[in-house]
């Protein structure tokens, strides 16, 4: 669930009051990257095996990364879930789609429906993520999946960025614009994780990480990325941080 818009708001002269203002507003995008979307659903493929089972993509936005994970997991039921009214009415062109929060009243499934679930660029833009990890660890069933993708804050360039006393990619400082950063993108990021965070974070709200690899980032400039494809060969260093854990 990456949701950009331009550095100067969803459009000219438009300044969202707040985040939510930021993610209702038709003319923010709310569409990742399909590399992503192809390496998650490979991961969560592998893990389910040939059984259909029931996969909850929580925070789908408009339902393009899922109706690209469903290229690989066409034998599993999948439902997706998200607040914005707009990324509903664009994702129930690709999947069932439906109203869920992660905070008060919660998603609206009961303990243990799920096998897996997709949380694909979403922890990043939480004000409370440990809420939000003990929503995901209710809905799914003990040994269930969780397949979280988060922007990695040491990323590669960040670290050379960081040094160079320059804020790091995927940070924010404003909803109104870009300040002190490589970019023209506004995305609302209010946390940012490295792996050993998420090494950390995870087994805290009951979870056993299986195994974090990485992926590449669909905004890197071209010149760039094949060494953005080569740093995914160590997560700690790739853009995207792609992480399987099991609910214990």
Request: glycine share 10%.
């Amino acid at each position: 669930m990456t949701r950009t818009t331009t550095g100067a708001g969803a459009g000219a002269g438009k300044r969202p009051a707040q985040l939510r203002d930021l993610y209702e507003d038709p003319d923010t995008p709310v569409a990742s990257g399909p590399d992503r979307s192809r390496r998650q659903a490979a991961i969560l493929a592998r893990a389910l095996g040939s059984v259909p089972q029931t996969v909850l993509d929580v925070g789908c936005g408009d339902g393009s990364a899922a109706a690209t994970a469903a290229e690989t997991l066409s034998q599993h039921r999948m439902i997706g879930v998200d607040w914005s009214q707009d990324a509903l009415r664009r994702a129930n062109r690709h999947l069932t789609a439906v109203r869920g929060e992660l905070t008060d009243p919660g998603l609206p499934f009961a303990d243990g429906v799920a096998d897996a679930v997709l949380f694909s660029e979403v922890i990043e833009h939480l004000v409370d993520p440990d809420s939000a990890l003990d929503e995901l660890h209710r809905v799914l069933r003990p040994g269930g999946h969780l397949l979280l993708s988060t922007p990695n804050l040491a990323a590669w360039y960040n670290r050379g960025l960081i040094l160079a006393g320059v804020q790091p990619v995927f940070s924010e400082v404003s909803l109104r614009g870009i300040h002190g950063r490589p970019g023209s993108q506004v995305v609302g990021h209010l946390r940012l994780y490295t792996a050993r965070a998420l090494r950390s974070l995870l087994p805290a709200a009951g979870f056993e990480v299986v195994r974090i690899t990485g992926a590449p980032y669909h905004d890197v400039p071209r010149p760039l990325r094949p060494l953005d494809r080569l740093a995914c060969r160590a997560p700690s260093l790739a853009s995207i941080l792609l992480v399987h854990a099991r609910r214990l």
